[in-house]
């Protein structure tokens, strides 16, 4: 049975920063591309940013230069680091794997993350 379970989440002051994680378990970890996004209250779930198994990376314009994804095959664990939150991050982040091949893709339930003063 696959599971990916975030964490991490929470309530942060804007201008904060969190460490959101993902650990994942019935996959071969290191097939996957893994992958942050996030959804918002009436809005379109977006990707935040996503890393490939060979480590390679991209983000979304909206958390570049302030986020940083990481990933631990040895842990089956994803990353991401964010810093100077905005009241505009706060949503739903959810964990998503995809398969090298296409063929299988999973997701979390997702993290809360809150940015209120």
């Known amino acids: 049975q696959v599971q990916l379970v975030e964490s991490g989440g929470g309530l942060v002051q804007p201008g904060g920063s969190l460490k959101l994680s993902c650990a994942a378990s019935?996959?071969?970890?290191?097939?996957?591309?893994m992958a942050w996004y996030r959804q918002a209250p009436g809005t379109e779930r977006e990707l935040v940013a996503q890393?490939?198994?060979?480590?390679?990376?991209n983000y979304a314009d909206s958390l570049k230069g302030r986020s940083t994804i990481s990933r631990d095959n040895a842990k089956s664990t994803m990353y991401l680091q964010v810093d100077s939150l905005k009241f505009e991050d706060t949503a739903v982040y959810y964990c998503?794997?995809?398969?090298?091949?296409?063929?299988?893709?999973?997701w979390g339930q997702g993290t809360q993350v809150t940015v209120s003063s």
């Open positions: 890393i490939t198994s060979a480590g390679n990376t």
């Open positions: 019935g996959i071969t970890f290191n097939f996957y591309t």
């Open positions: 998503k794997a995809s398969h090298n091949s296409h063929r299988w893709q999973y």
